[in-house]
């Protein structure tokens, strides 16, 4: 039997004062210590004139994202006080405790959504990106060199957020049931994402190494 569910409230919590544009800098930090050379393109685009940070100037942080969800929910009630018999699980973010780099708390702000979780292949990662001598960059060094491939240039300060958003979401592997519902997954992590682009054109499954060599792997493995 379905039961009526209803939204009694909403909160927000957002951390310290608003930092303009001309201030982020000073909390997120500088590349060498030098002004970002892409910050006025992606300010450009995206709009925004203030943000928040949970961090001082010395990037230090001044909350948490255990802290941040927590300031959230007690919003939700009078006093700020979460009733003792309430059962709530909240969720801040994807991840633990950790900021991403700072250039990519830039661009989280053009809502791509980017994933936070620490992923060991550059191509799905927020935070790995491949640049050669002139400038180019790639998101997988399997396509350093093939510039139909990069996502942009530093040199050039240019950058395609399509391409860029393509890399992190297109043959998402969290998206194919075979996926989801395989034992295999916390451990192959969906396998490599270029393989998957691959045999999804040619309409066959893409499944990784560790699939087939799982109880081989694992009895290599001495805890």
Known sequence: MEKAVYINSVSAYLPNSP????EM???IGKIGGNPSRV???VLRQNGIRTRYYGLDKNQNLTHSNAGLAKEAVCGLFENRIIPDDLTLLACGTSTPDQLLPNELNV?????????DIASPCMYNSADA???TP?????????HVGNKSRSIGNIVQE??????LSSCFFKNNHLENSDCIDCPVLPVCGGGCP?????DKDANKMSCSFYKTHLDKILSNIKL
């Open 158 to 163: 240019s950058i395609s957020l399509g391409k």
């Open 134 to 142: 002139d400038g180019e960059i790639y998101k997988c060094i399997e």
């Open 25 to 27: 800098e000073d909390y």
């Open 39 to 41: 910050r006025s393109i």
């Open 107 to 115: 661009h989280n702000k053009i809502r791509l959504s980017l994933p």
């Open 194 to 198: 270029l393989d998957r682009e691959v």
């Open 19 to 22: 930092i303009d544009n001309e």
């Open 129 to 131: 990106y491949a640049i």
